[in-house]
């Protein structure tokens, strides 16, 4: 890395830190005194809804934040007249804005990274800390199709990984010819298991003298790969997944049949959306000035800011009423996307023409 490099990279850093952390301080500060009245007294807790708030509010603020950072960034460059002496010592348009580009990729790939771990459930936790049910996580009645099989479950328990009250039903053409009852269920080895099953079956031939046969059973596996996470989010309104589960559930509810738009919406929203940032960049780049008397400032700051929110408005907006499973996602949020970036490609050629 030469020593142009560096001195923009750590510039670039120190204004991305700032803003990052002034963004935190103020939307989860803010927050946490609209909600103080309704968290528990337990300190603990307390300390608890602040991180998960702050792991949530990330995902929000850290786009953003790249984004003013490099107004700021450049706007030193240019009232110093910084600018100047880069393309005086040779340098090019590419070496100057490669750092900053290289610096929001690296952040962007770690905001997904985080977002495949168990931390992407961080809204959720928050909520049932305000809410006081952080120590009782249940979802009642769970109904499902996995195969030639419907499930059903009364409660469920993700934390503990178990369920009571299980019913199976086996159908056949458009009949149930199978009930498997059970009082417990817990997941394991990436399936569930029904203990102390009951298997009610009905004869294949209806005869006067035919009856139903029962048989108790130690064990029943159903709904393989099913994790219980997956099933507590499946047919929540509002759901949020990690990228893992959302891309496992993805292919489980495929190959059941069953509406996935919910979950490609998440995955289209974590994995591509926030590269929405980069054209961005790449556009108040090209709308710098090299000399500071002919830079509007005023109108600069004005433009990059409200062009950023404005964006970001638009994918956050698209990706709400797409995660209610109303429209495609691929329609919805990658065509929007990529219609953007095509967008600020052409304008980017264009303004770099002059």
């Given at each position: ?6 001195y ?17 301080v ?20 307390q ?19 790249l ?24 340098a ?53 199709k ?17 369920a ?23 997941f394991?080895?990436n ?46 309104s ?82 709400k ?30 303004i770099?023409?002059?």
């Open positions: 890395m030469s020593t142009l490099s560096k923009i990279l750590i510039k670039y850093l120190k204004n991305f830190i700032i803003v990052l952390l002034s963004l935190e103020f939307f989860t500060g803010l927050d946490f005194l609209q909600n103080f009245k309704s968290l528990p007294s337990s300190a603990n807790l300390l608890l809804y602040l991180f998960y708030n702050t792991i949530f509010t990330l995902t929000l603020t850290l786009p953003l934040s984004v003013f950072a490099v107004i700021i960034t450049l706007i030193t460059f240019v009232k110093n007249n910084e600018f100047v002496a880069f393309h005086a010592l040779g090019s348009k590419k070496s100057i804005i490669a750092p900053i580009i290289y610096t929001a990729l690296f952040f962007i790939l770690s905001l997904i990274v985080l977002q495949s771990t168990p931390l992407a459930y961080s809204y959720e936790q928050k909520r049932k800390i305000v809410n006081n049910e952080y120590f009782t996580n249940t979802k009642t009645d769970i109904f499902l996995y195969d030639d099989y419907f499930v059903y479950f009364k409660k469920l328990y993700p934390a503990e990984q178990k009571v009250d299980i019913h199976i039903y086996k159908i056949e053409d458009e009949e149930i010819v199978e009930t498997i009852i059970a009082q417990e269920a817990y394991l080895d399936r569930w298991y029904a203990s102390d099953a009951k298997i009610i079956s009905k004869p294949k031939e209806l005869q006067e003298s035919s009856k139903l046969t029962i048989k108790n059973v130690e064990s029943v596996t159903t709904l393989e790969g099913f994790l219980p996470k997956i099933l507590n989010n499946v047919y929540e509002k759901s949020e997944y990690s990228l893992l589960d959302a891309l496992s559930a993805w292919n489980l509810l495929q190959k059941q049949g069953i509406n996935t738009k919910k979950v490609r919406a998440v995955i289209y929203n974590t994995l591509f959306v926030p590269f929405f940032i980069v054209p961005i960049i790449y556009l108040i780049f090209a709308y710098t000035s090299l000399n500071s008397r002919f830079f509007n400032l005023g109108n600069f700051i004005a433009g990059g800011v409200f062009s950023t929110l404005v964006i970001w408005g638009c994918f956050f907006f698209l990706y009423i797409t995660s209610s499973g109303t429209f495609m996602p691929e329609l919805s949020l990658l065509l929007p996307l990529f219609l953007w970036v095509l967008f600020s490609y052409i304008l980017y050629k264009k770099s023409l002059k």
